[in-house]
Structures are given as structure tokens and as C-alpha cells.
């Protein structure tokens, strides 16, 4: 049984006439009736009772063409939610945000806009860190992935960058350096630094003790935090002092403070990583909508 057997039935069926019928389907009569026959031969019984002006249905001509309506329906949809799927327009994207990228403006605004305009593509996130969602994405288990860069990846991945955001400076309340309105590095040199392990955000860990050497120090390294939304309450705690993206200052708990930094200010720029060979539209048109372009020209290896 193939499809054009359901629309030539369905076509007699309603016209109830093989001739009008042949028409409206583009063939001549003696082929339709020839395929009405086979169609008969396969379901074990007469569709059709011929009678000498027109055709009327049988008991299985009547149970057939509901289910025949049904199922040329339902590869009409299904050949609907693939085009859609081809050109991007529906689908799914598994999105993972590394530490705090989303509380950078951007990126939810970014996701708000793409929304809008694809409503029947299914964002999916996952949290984590940079060093996971990499793998993630090699092992396909994310099609997507915004992260700090520069970092080390595997073969295959690329980067669109996506915002470059400052550092701020991360106090407890009643340190020396509160009352100024900046801050020099410099004058944190004898103060412990809580930093993200190197292994999970490679990115932000080498940016700050760069920045620290820079300033004339090599940074005194205390306890780590987990995530880098642990940062905060960690310094409030008297751990230490930290250097953190500048959104992530829109977090707030007692007893600790986010400064500008005076002098040069270190930078924890966010790309949005992805495996070069992806193959999924939705995801190119995801990309394309990247604020800072997102054109292929734009796309950098990371390996």
C-alpha cells in the first residue's frame, strides 16, 4: 500500500465517480480504477459498489476512509514538523552556562529575542563549568555551551565570542582598601585569593593571577570555592578577597562588597562554544543571533 493509493480512494470516495475522480487527481480513469483494484486486493474486499451512474462505499470502504484521512493527515504533519526542523524553525537545543555567564545581560536577553522569534524551538539548560560542558559537547550530551575563553578544547569545537565583560573586586566589609572608591591590585599583596580550581574554569583562574602579576605579586592562594557563585559568601565569611565578572556583583550578602579596580582592568570575556560539525539549523540560526554577529566568518577554533 503506498500513499497515492490512500489519495486515489479518498478522491473516488468523496467525488463518487471514477471519472471526476481521475480528474481531480491528475490521472486518466483507467489507471485510477487499476490502482483501486490492487488497493481492494490488498485490504481482501471490494471498496466500491459500481453502480451504473456512480460509485457508493462499502462496509470496508466505510471503515477504511476515516482511517485513510487519518493517516495522509498525519504524514502531512509530519512532513510540516520536518520542513520546520529543516530550516531551523522547531527542534531542540541543549544549552549548558558555565559558572555565572548567565547573569551577564546579555545572554538572557540574547535567549529572550531567540525565543520570541522561535517559539517552537525547545531550549533545554544545564549548568556547570566550563571544563565539563566541553566535554559535554564532544560527547554530544550539549549542543551548546557559553564559556569564559581563552580555553584548551578538543579538536572539533569552535567559539563565537559573545561579550567581553570587566572584573570587579570582591571585599569583606571592614577591609583597609573599603574606604577608597577603587582599588589597585597592588594593594591586595598580602591577601589570600579565593579562586575557582584551574580544572574546572581555567579561563578565570590564569585571567586573575595574571592580573595579580601584572600588578607586581604573585597572588597568595587560600581556600577554593566550588562555583564561582560561592565566591561571595565565602568572602563575606573572611576567607578572603576574590576578583570576579562584573555580573556576578549582582549578587549581594552581608558583609562583603564588590570595588572597581583601579588601573588596568582584567577582562573574563564569554563565548558561546559548539561542536563544528553540529548539523542542527536551529542551532545555526541560535548562532547567527549572536550579539556580537555570529557570522560563520566570526567562528574560532578553540582546540
Known amino acids: 500500500m503506498e500513499l497515492r493509493h490512500l489519495q486515489y480512494f479518498i478522491a473516488v470516495a468523496e467525488e463518487r465517480h471514477f471519472t471526476r475522480a481521475a480528474a481531480r487527481v491528475g490521472i486518466q480513469q483507467p489507471p485510477l480504477s487499476l490502482q483501486i483494484r490492487q488497493l481492494e486486493e490488498e485490504l481482501g474486499g471490494p471498496l466500491f459498489v459500481r453502480l451504473p451512474r456512480d460509485v457508493v462505499l462499502t462496509e470496508l470502504g466505510e471503515a477504511f476512509l476515516p482511517e485513510a484521512r487519518h ?16 530550516r531551523g ?15 551577564e ?23 556547570s563549568n566550563t571544563a565539563s560542558l566541553l566535554a559535554a559537547l564532544v560527547n554530544e550530551e550539549v ?14 569545537i569552535v567559539s563565537v565570542p559573545v561579550v567581553d565583560e570587566a572584573m570587579v573586586l570582591v571585599l569583606p566589609l571592614g577591609h583597609p582598601m573599603c574606604a577608597r572608591e577603587r582599588v589597585p591590585l597592588a594593594a591586595l599583596a598580602q591577601d589570600e585569593f579565593i579562586l575557582l580550581p584551574r580544572e574546572i574554569s581555567p579561563a578565570l583562574y590564569d585571567r586573575t593571577v595574571a592580573a595579580c602579576e601584572a600588578a607586581g605579586f604573585r597572588p597568595k592562594l587560600g581556600q577554593e570555592a566550588p562555583q ?11 576567607f578572603g578577597v576574590s576578583l570576579v565578572p562584573a555580573s556576578v556583583s549582582q549578587i ?7 570595588w572597581p579596580i583601579d588601573g588596568d582592568v582584567p577582562r573574563a570575556p564569554i563565548s558561546l562554544a559548539y561542536r563544528a560539525a553540529h548539523g542542527s539549523a536551529a542551532l545555526d540560526r541560535f548562532i547567527a543571533m549572536c550579539p556580537s554577529g555570529g557570522a560563520e566568518s566570526d567562528a574560532t577554533s578553540v582546540d
Do not use: C, N
Not at 143 to 156: I, L, S
Not at 252 to 258: D, I, Q, V, Y
Open 71 to 86: 493517516i495522509l493527515e498525519r504524514v502531512e504533519r509530519v512532513k510540516r514538523q520536518m520542513q520546520q526542523i529543516s
Open 89 to 103: 524553525d522547531a527542534g531542540h537545543i541543549r544549552i549548558g552556562f558555565a559558572g555565572a555567564t548567565y547573569f
Open 105 to 127: 545581560p546579555t545572554i538572557p536577553a540574547w535567549i529572550r529575542d531567540f525565543r520570541a522569534r522561535y517559539p517552537d524551538v525547545q531550549l533545554h539548560p544545564q549548568q
Open 143 to 156: 549542543d551548546a555551551a557559553f564559556v569564559r575563553t581563552p580555553v584548551d578544547a578538543p579538536p572539533g
Open 228 to 238: 564561582i557563585t560561592s565566591i561571595v559568601p565565602m568572602v563575606a565569611a573572611g
Open 252 to 258: 549581594r550578602t552581608p558583609g562583603m562588597g564588590f
